[in-house]
């Protein structure tokens, strides 16, 4: 079953028993408001949930595009836009194809499976009410996450890699990758069958992009001359700083969907609530991120990074995805602080190891997302840790053999890098054929 069928079967004894709001008073004690409204009203409410959250997200990626467009050097700038639009459009067809069939593919053995290819939508005016929501509501709000996962290799290979090989790696990843690590807890799969807990997807999503993200890294090598023979790092500085903390600004208000619309439900007054709930704590672990990378900075270089502030912010909110509803205000600061300090730590640690992420996606998607990950245990005490433990591991080994078979295929059929002269020159002259910024000298 998948998670929106887990959480309508826990209430269905409730929905059965609907009561209209009452305010009386019996013996000192006032009577609550009913907990659920009627059923077609909780579709519509549920539906809408889906489909705000949905939109949300999917305006997260204006965000990745222009935080991307930002921290990229000006003639990269339209391959980074087209990389963007292009991925989300992929991901869109091919979780429809085949994504999200395996991501819920019903009763499976728990590991991989195919269910219903393509997803098939309801007709014109129907509704199944039984369900809770409208299932285009839910496909259009999964295909959203699942354009998220690919945004992530785009910022950390961007600068050095071909248009057309990226393209097929997200065809891969949307639609097999991706899809295959939903199946296994949101799906109902073994890690929901342990007690693996991630809420809107640390792990899930922002792990799953992240190790694609390594593993092509790796195996992609750095931008030409961004680290010298004597272990000196070059840096290549953004082109446009107020486009990169747009993109930021954007990408957190997209996160209220992401995490918000994620407890899947709005048709009782708990659940609106909670709904609430998410969204200060999903705020409040970015503003951590934020304070925390300025603070560090500031101690570090004697100067603030305002690179590592955004990134400070996003690795805020990557921690607090995975439970964003069980925590308290304070507890949602220290697992966004410390989101923020992973990345000010990581970013240099990835440049000693010589791994260049051009955008800090790595600390951002993967490390703060395991430690998010792990961090439920500190709020949810149902939530077994070997079971979280289990989802990292499982998730780091699966989809970095998966990404690393396909990152070298395409290296060995097509070549994954342009040229040496195409890469100074700039991906928009070499492969895009529109410069972003064609009045600009190149940088």
Same mark, same amino acid.
């Given at each position: 079953?998948?998670?929106?069928?887990?959480?309508?079967?826990m209430?269905?004894?409730?929905?059965?028993?609907?009561?209209?709001? !009452?305010a009386?008073?019996?013996?000192?004690?006032?009577?609550?408001?009913?907990?659920?409204?009627?059923?077609g009203?909780?579709?519509?409410?549920?539906?809408?949930?889906?489909?705000?959250?949905?939109f949300?997200?999917?305006?997260?990626?204006?965000?990745?595009?222009?935080?991307?467009?930002?921290?990229?050097?000006?003639?990269?700038?339209?391959?980074?836009?087209?990389?963007?639009?292009?991925?989300?459009s992929?991901?869109?067809?091919?979780?429809?194809?085949?994504?999200?069939?395996?991501?819920?593919?019903?009763d499976?053995?728990?590991?991989?499976?195919?269910?219903?290819?393509?997803?098939?939508?309801?007709?014109?005016?129907?509704?199944d009410?039984?369900?809770?929501?409208?299932?285009?509501?839910?496909?259009?709000?999964?295909m959203?996450?699942?354009?998220?996962?690919?945004?992530?290799?785009?910022?950390?290979?961007?600068?050095?890699?071909?248009?057309?090989?990226?393209?097929?790696?997200t065809?891969?990843?949307?639609?097999?990758?991706?899809?295959?690590?939903?199946?296994?807890e949101?799906g109902?799969?073994?890690?929901?069958?342990?007690?693996?807990?991630?809420?809107?997807? /640390?792990?899930?999503?922002?792990?799953?992009?992240?190790?694609?993200?390594? *593993?092509?890294?790796?195996?992609?090598?750095a931008?030409?001359?961004?680290?010298?023979?004597?272990?000196?790092?070059?840096?290549?500085?953004?082109?446009?700083?107020p486009?990169?903390?747009?993109g930021?600004?954007i990408?957190?208000?997209?996160?209220?969907?992401?995490?918000?619309?994620?407890?899947?439900?709005?048709?009782?007054v708990?659940?609106?609530?909670?709904?609430?709930?998410?969204?200060?704590?999903?705020?409040?672990?970015?503003?951590a991120?934020?304070?925390?990378?300025?603070?560090?900075?500031?101690?570090?270089?004697? #100067?603030i990074?305002?690179?590592?502030a955004?990134?400070?912010?996003?690795?805020?909110?990557?921690?607090?995805?995975?439970?964003?509803?069980?925590?308290?205000?304070?507890?949602?600061?220290?697992?966004?602080?410390?989101?923020?300090?992973?990345v000010?730590?990581?970013?240099?640690?990835?440049?000693?190891?010589?791994?260049d992420?051009?955008?800090?996606a790595?600390? !951002?998607?993967?490390?703060a997302?395991?430690?998010?990950?792990l961090?439920?245990?500190?709020?949810?005490?149902? !939530?077994?840790?070997?079971?979280?433990? *289990?989802?990292?591991?499982a998730?780091?080994?699966?989809?970095?053999?998966?990404?690393?078979?396909?990152?070298?295929?395409?290296?060995?059929?097509?070549?994954?890098?342009? /040229?040496a002269?195409?890469?100074?020159?700039?991906?928009? #002259?070499?492969?895009?054929?529109?410069?972003?910024?064609?009045?600009?000298?190149?940088?």
């Amino acid at each position: 079953m998948d998670r929106n069928t887990i959480k309508w079967g826990m209430r269905a004894v409730a929905a059965a028993a609907l009561v209209a709001p !009452v305010a009386a008073f019996a013996q000192d004690e006032a009577v609550p408001a009913a907990e659920m409204v009627g059923g077609g009203t909780a579709y519509i409410l549920n539906t809408l949930l889906f489909l705000i959250g949905g939109f949300l997200v999917m305006w997260m990626a204006a965000g990745f595009a222009m935080l991307e467009a930002g921290l990229v050097r000006s003639k990269n700038v339209s391959m980074q836009c087209l990389k963007n639009i292009a991925l989300y459009s992929i991901a869109g067809i091919m979780f429809w194809v085949i994504g999200y069939g395996i991501a819920y593919p019903g009763d499976f053995n728990g590991y991989f499976a195919f269910g219903s290819i393509p997803y098939a939508m309801q007709g014109v005016g129907e509704a199944d009410v039984e369900t809770g929501y409208s299932v285009a509501s839910d496909w259009f709000f999964q295909m959203v996450f699942c354009a998220t996962t690919a945004s992530i290799v785009s910022g950390t290979l961007a600068e050095r890699i071909k248009i057309w090989p990226f393209l097929i790696f997200t065809v891969i990843l949307t639609g097999v990758i991706y899809p295959t690590v939903v199946s296994w807890e949101w799906g109902g799969g073994f890690l929901d069958q342990m007690g693996f807990s991630d809420f809107a997807g /640390s792990t899930l999503v922002h792990s799953t992009g992240g190790w694609a993200a390594l *593993t092509g890294a790796i195996i992609l090598g750095a931008r030409m001359g961004r680290y010298g023979p004597d272990g000196k790092v070059n840096v290549f500085p953004g082109t446009n700083i107020p486009l990169a903390t747009l993109g930021t600004f954007i990408l957190w208000l997209g996160w209220f969907g992401f995490n918000g619309a994620s407890q899947l439900a709005m048709g009782t007054v708990g659940d609106v609530s909670d709904v609430s709930k998410i969204f200060v704590n999903t705020n409040m672990a970015a503003c951590a991120g934020v304070v925390v990378a300025i603070i560090l900075t500031q101690i570090l270089y004697k #100067k603030i990074d305002v690179t590592m502030a955004l990134n400070g912010a996003l690795a805020g909110l990557v921690s607090i995805t995975a439970e964003p509803l069980t925590p308290s205000v304070p507890m949602a600061l220290l697992i966004g602080g410390i989101g923020g300090a992973i990345v000010v730590f990581a970013v240099p640690m990835l440049d000693k190891l010589k791994i260049d992420d051009v955008v800090g996606a790595i600390p !951002v998607h993967l490390m703060a997302g395991i430690w998010g990950t792990l961090a439920v245990c500190l709020t949810n005490g149902d !939530v077994p840790f070997v079971a979280q433990i *289990t989802g990292v591991i499982a998730t780091g080994v699966v989809v970095s053999i998966l990404s690393g078979i396909v990152w070298f295929v395409l290296k060995l059929v097509m070549g994954l890098r342009p /040229s040496a002269e195409d890469e100074l020159l700039g991906l928009d #002259k070499a492969e895009v054929g529109v410069e972003a910024y064609p009045e600009f000298v190149n940088g």
